[in-house]
């Protein structure tokens, strides 16, 4: 994060110029505004590239047309603010350079009450030919990025080897290079929808206690950098994709455009949100199938349903406690209630349990003697399911899980020692 960049807080004859963005204010308003007026009407999303065609100004001067920030919630430095504060009493004249619209950069003037006037980037190159002084811009460190790619998250895309596994080809070689190739390009694919979310998402993330800490909303990267990573990332993704069978990349396709109506729309309506989450999560299942060419059973699907809507129910849940930590009685950008944690941990934990139910109707089936010699060792896999999913839920309404409970669910401990027990069962049965 940048300093203070003045040399001194005595006051000075020449006036200071100012950069609006990645200066005074750790993120680029134009690119906010954007993906804000994409957030509150989703049918920009084909106008805007028209817009940048006609160029950067014409497209800030359409988008603010249409939409206004909010000054006081943008991540400001502090360190930078508090010396213009100080040059300010002492009299110095002080100018907001901004590449934006200049709309936007009066609404920030206004609010902070320190600036003599606004200039466009244009203007300050004149105006610094006059001997006037300008302040440089923010440098953002690589880590800050990597974590925006939230690559943590990729640790969901393990899923892509269920398939695999189950099929009892998890040996074969080239099946498993073509796995790692799938896991590899969902991983990506998933990091370009992670940086479309925190762009879309950031007004709501400022006033979230742990997401505000996120890069996007703290201002830690680069906004206008971000914005281009998402088709260079979606790009390298389809560029893997082709690398395997044809569904695997429709597939793919499929789950991108999930995650874009997801991001626009389908988060904020009320249920559909969760069962939007059980179908992405789905997805990884009968694509990682698609990358080995193998056939994705019934009972697979149908277990896999009930186990990722409880997850998703517990994720919902874990915000709604959140927000009534803070005495909130909605939950920012959702359609929920904090009414509604009693029936969402009933939806959550009924869906469970049926889980546990497909898996012993499975184990029961014909299906299971085909591929195991000894089905009866299986049985043991419902107490280990039934423990796992009681456990989750039970924490979750103590508090102590964390807000993403797929990623939670892999990195725990106890759920780490029941997956090798779960494994080592399957070998023993087959």
Not at 18 to 44: C, K, M, Q, W
Not at 128 to 136: I, K, Q, V
Not at 300 to 313: D, G, Q, R, T
Request: with cysteine; hydrophobic share 55%; glycine share 4%.
């Amino acid at each position: 994060m940048s300093a203070v960049h003045t040399k001194a807080s005595t006051a000075s004859s020449e006036p200071l110029l100012i950069p609006l963005e990645y200066s005074l204010v750790l993120t680029d308003p134009a690119v906010e505004a954007a993906f804000g007026l994409l957030r509150a009407h989703a049918r920009h999303l084909f106008l805007l590239p028209v817009w940048r065609m006609q160029g950067r100004e014409a497209m800030n001067r359409r988008v603010a047309d249409r939409i206004l920030l909010d000054p006081a919630a943008l991540p400001y430095d502090a360190a930078v603010l508090a010396e213009l504060q100080i040059q300010h009493a002492c009299g110095r004249e002080l100018v907001l350079v901004t590449r934006s619209d200049r709309r936007h950069a009066q609404q920030i003037a206004d609010h902070l009450g320190i600036f003599s006037q606004v200039l466009s980037a244009d203007e300050a190159i004149r105006h610094a030919g006059t001997g006037a002084s300008t302040m440089p811009v923010s440098a953002f460190p690589l880590p800050a990025y990597l974590k925006s790619l939230r690559l943590h998250q990729w640790l969901k895309n393990l899923l892509l080897f269920v398939p695999l596994v189950m099929s009892h080809q998890i040996s074969n070689i080239n099946l498993l290079m073509n796995a790692a190739i799938a896991f590899l390009a969902f991983g990506l694919c998933a990091s370009s929808a992670y940086l479309l979310n925190d762009l879309l998402d950031l007004a709501d993330d400022r006033r979230h206690p742990d997401k505000r800490h996120r890069p996007l909303a703290a201002g830690q990267v680069s906004a206008r950098a971000c914005a281009w990573g998402i088709p260079v990332l979606l790009a390298a993704s389809a560029a893997l994709g082709l690398l395997l069978p044809a569904p695997f990349l429709a597939l793919l396709g499929t789950y991108y455009l999930g995650t874009l109506l997801y991001s626009l729309w389908l988060k904020r309506v009320i249920l559909v949100d969760v069962l939007s989450l059980v179908g992405l999560y789905t997805l990884r299942l009968l694509a990682g199938a698609a990358a080995v060419s193998v056939t994705t059973s019934f009972w697979l699907l149908a277990f896999a349903v009930f186990v990722f809507l409880s997850l998703a129910m517990v994720k919902r849940y874990v915000e709604l406690q959140t927000m009534a930590a803070m005495d909130r009685t909605v939950a920012a950008g959702r359609g929920y209630r904090i009414d509604d944690l009693e029936t969402i941990s009933q939806f959550g934990s009924a869906s469970g349990y049926m889980a546990v139910l497909v898996l012993a109707l499975y184990i029961n089936s014909d299906t299971v003697r085909v591929l195991y010699d000894e089905p009866r060792i299986i049985w043991l896999l419902c107490p280990l399911v039934l423990y796992l999913i009681s456990r989750i839920w039970l924490l979750a309404r103590r508090g102590e899980i964390h807000e993403d409970p797929v990623v939670f669910a892999i990195e725990d401990r106890q759920s780490q020692v029941l997956a090798v027990l779960g494994a080592l069962l399957l070998w023993l049965a087959a």
